[in-house]
């Protein structure tokens, strides 16, 4: 499945959420993220999320994309992380 998730975590988790997430999926601007999982990649990043967030101070919405089909990127200005495999 593809995958775009945002992140709004206080200032002390900010890194360790940053590590975690480049783990998984590439990332591609301060606080986004997308790349593609499988469903047991997914859930296990999901977990681990879970572990370092406080979920009553930081936000974390996560798209999933079963296909590409009739999805479109374009980036306008500088690109953050140029990387060739994404969304």
Do not use: C, P
Not at 1 to 13: C, S
Not at 59 to 71: D, H, N, Q, R, V
Request: glycine fraction near 6%.
């Amino acid at each position: 499945m593809n995958i775009i998730l945002v992140y709004d975590v206080g200032e002390k988790r900010v890194q360790k959420v940053h590590k975690l997430l480049k783990r998984y999926l590439n990332w591609v601007q301060n606080s986004v993220f997308e790349g593609e999982l499988t469903n047991g990649q997914f859930e296990v990043m999901k977990a681990d999320i879970i572990k370092r967030i406080k979920a009553d101070e930081d936000s974390m919405i996560i798209y999933t994309l079963g296909s590409l089909k009739y999805a479109g990127r374009e980036i306008i200005g500088v690109e953050k992380n140029i990387t060739d495999n994404l969304i």
